[in-house]
C-alpha cells in the first residue's frame, strides 16, 4: 500500500496471488523494505514476522457498550475476503487506528457509530468481525 499505492482495500486479495508466485528472495527482501511489520494494514499478523502483534488484548466491536470510544486495531481475515465490504470500510473511515464512538446498538446486533465525525451504521456480521481497543486500555 504504502510502497506501490495499491488501495488499502485490495491488498489481501493481491497478497494472496502474490504468495503463490514469489521466490523466497524477493520475499526476504520486501520483508526488509518494509521493516518486518508484525501485521497486515487490516492488523492481522503476519506468519514469520519477528514482530508479536498482541491481539488477546482486543475486543469484539460487537461486546462494546454504546458511549464508548475505541480504536479500531483489526479486522478480520473473512472481511479481507469480502472486495466490496472492504471497499466500504475504506470509504468510511473503518481502517486500523480509526477512532469510533459506538452510538448505539439495534436490536439486531447493528452498530451506530461515529467515524471521523461522520454516523455510519454497520449490520451485525460486520460488527462481529472488527476488533478494537478501548480508549485507555480498558475493556
Partial sequence: IDVIGLPWHQAHQEAEVWERVISAQVEQRLVEILGDPGACPHGNP??????????????????VPPGTEVVLRRLTEDLELELDVMRFLEESG??????????????????????????????????????????????
Fill in 46 to 63: 503476519i506468519p514469520g514476522s519477528s514482530h508479536e502483534v498482541d491481539v488477546a488484548s482486543l475486543t469484539a466491536l460487537n461486546e
Fill in 94 to 139: 473503518l481502517m486500523p487506528g480509526a477512532a469510533i464512538v459506538v452510538d448505539g446498538l439495534g436490536p439486531d446486533g447493528s452498530m451506530r457509530l461515529t467515524v471521523a465525525e461522520e454516523s455510519v451504521a454497520l449490520g451485525p456480521e460486520l460488527v462481529d468481525n472488527l476488533w478494537v481497543e478501548v480508549a485507555g486500555g480498558r475493556k
